[in-house]
């Protein structure tokens, strides 16, 4: 009887199982861009697909040619059909600071996109004032000496050294988490709690003036197996207002548990029938040894 019983209830709980739909029927794939682009380099960019939930990460990857077409201040720069190498597209162009430019990229049958951004106008001026050892950790102490535009800042810092790879010693870099108590950071919750490996901030307190920075970061970060670090890079990067919008959201999105600024929506960026971020800056880097 009791056999009889249990096997009811189980027959009971199986009849309430419901099969849960992930996929959504009516996604229409789009076009993603990944396009951050320095004054340094020619423009290289990746360009995948989106795809929707539960499919294999290898759909987004791309294959073949894709039409492309530049505009520079609004006129033309660049049109012609290239063809991706592991879903990166190189363009032949090297960004001027202060232009304008349009993106525009057809792949078969997904929607066109089309991104617009502009170039910062100048480098960032950079000065170190010292980098000590403080006994744990490190402190290093930079200027950035702001120009009358508004302008937006970006910062990581990074080891570089050798590394032995069995009889071999190679050049190797790893990123440096840091932390700060500046408060200009957008990051500044993340970055005092826990570290970041980015700091994103703007000059709206302290345009056209010098800007005092501290950054600290623990010895124990260098603890990476066979590797012996050398110099430590600091990057500070004077980045679009389309790019640090666009960190904006990611960071809304991913660092601000639950709070005020927190949000729940999809990070687009400035890709017109796309997704994802075409953007531009110029930086500065500057190499510190230990001490």
Known sequence: MRLIYLCLIALAISGCEKELQFDNPEFQPKLVVNGFVSTDSIANIGISRSTSTLSQPSKMLLAGKVKVVV????????????????????????????????????????????????????????????????????????????????????????????????ADSISKGYPITFTSSDKIFLSSIKTIATGSQLAIFND????GTERSIEL?????????????????????????????????????NTHVYGGPLASVSRVVGNIDNGLGAFCFYTESVTQLQLP
Not at 204 to 207: A, D, K, V
Request: net charge negative.
């Open 71 to 166: 505009l520079k201040d609004k006129l033309l720069l660049y049109s012609d059909s290239l063809a991706l190498q592991n879903s990166m597209l190189k363009i032949p162009f090297k960004p001027i600071m202060g232009s304008h430019y349009e993106l525009q990229v057809s792949h078969n049958d997904l929607p066109t996109i089309r991104a617009t951004d502009t170039v910062p106008l100048s480098k960032p001026s950079v000065t170190v004032s010292a980098l000590t050892d403080e006994g744990t950790s490190y402190r290093l102490v930079l200027k950035i000496r702001d120009q009358m535009e508004i302008n937006r800042y970006a910062i990581n810092l990074n080891f570089r050294g050798k590394e032995q790879q069995g």
């Open 216 to 252: 600290i970061f623990d010895k124990s970060l260098i603890q990476y197996p066979d590797f012996t670090p050398e110099l430590v890079v600091l990057d500070v990067k004077a980045i679009s207002k389309a790019m640090y919008d666009y960190y904006i959201e990611v960071n809304n």
């Open 204 to 207: 709206e307190t302290w345009n």
